[in-house]
């Protein structure tokens, strides 16, 4: 069956521009979760979904980054104004549920590049 | 908090050799770990996972690992590498208690097999 997918696969952009990174889950996986690695950080938790529950947001960095997942399905993780140092991979994931035994199986990744 | 610590960022190996990868984790409860894998370019691919049913875990492609408590370790094995292993293999936790339901990562560690 289909994986979890993720668009754009790179993008590349200015400095202060806004980009919006695209995740589509496993179909029947009810958490959804984002991560970035990067080659300072590592992989760091940004933020996950489970089902209509308010998200957990404690990764995210800064309030430059904000995610949505509509219809409880199809997520997109926006970033305002960025910044160099946002440029990182960023790794999408889905679960049937969340919860700490649950494997969470990963996208290829968005690739963001900021100029 | 949870957090895992990978012994050896990089491990080269002969082909047919042994495959070792050290992982221990700071807990104050059983936590739930796991073993990814990760080639150039992809997303993370599970390769196994602990969650307290048996201590000696079998996984994916030949890997096993162990879980020790009284070692706090859960290293990666593998009797004899073959070339396609080389990739980037990282340890994760997820609260045991349920509490935290995101992967916390280690540093990971860059696997290289050598002919």
């Known amino acids: 069956g289909a994986g979890v997918s993720q668009s754009p696969s790179n993008k590349v952009t200015e400095k202060g521009k806004d980009v919006e990174l695209r995740c589509d889950p496993i179909?029947?996986?009810?958490?959804l979760y984002w991560y970035r690695q990067s080659l300072g950080q590592g992989l760091e938790f940004l933020i996950y979904f489970q089902g209509n529950s308010a998200p957990d947001k404690s990764g995210l960095p800064s309030d430059r980054f904000s995610a949505e997942r509509t219809g409880g399905s199809v997520s997109t993780l926006t970033i305002q104004r960025t910044q160099q140092e946002d440029s990182a991979v960023y790794l999408c994931?889905?679960?049937?549920?969340?919860?700490?035994?649950?494997?969470?199986?990963f996208g290829d990744g968005t690739r963001l590049s900021i100029l | 908090a949870q957090s895992v610590t990978q012994l050896g960022s990089h491990v080269s190996v002969s082909e047919g050799a042994l495959v070792l990868l050290r992982c221990n984790y700071s807990?104050?409860?059983?936590?739930?770990l796991f073993w990814y894998v990760q080639y150039p370019n992809q997303g993370l691919q599970l390769l196994l996972k602990y969650t307290s049913a048996a201590t000696l875990v079998k996984g994916i492609n030949g890997f096993e690992a162990e879980f020790k408590k009284s070692e706090t370790s859960f290293h990666l094995t593998k009797p004899s590498a073959h070339m396609s292993d080389a990739a980037e293999y990282f340890c994760a936790v997820t609260g045991g208690s349920g509490s935290a339901r995101q992967l916390t990562f280690g540093s990971g560690t860059q696997l290289t097999v050598l002919p």
């Open positions: 994931a889905s679960s049937l549920v969340a919860g700490g035994n649950q494997p969470q199986h």
């Open positions: 179909s029947g996986h009810t958490a």
């Open positions: 807990s104050s409860v059983p936590p739930y």
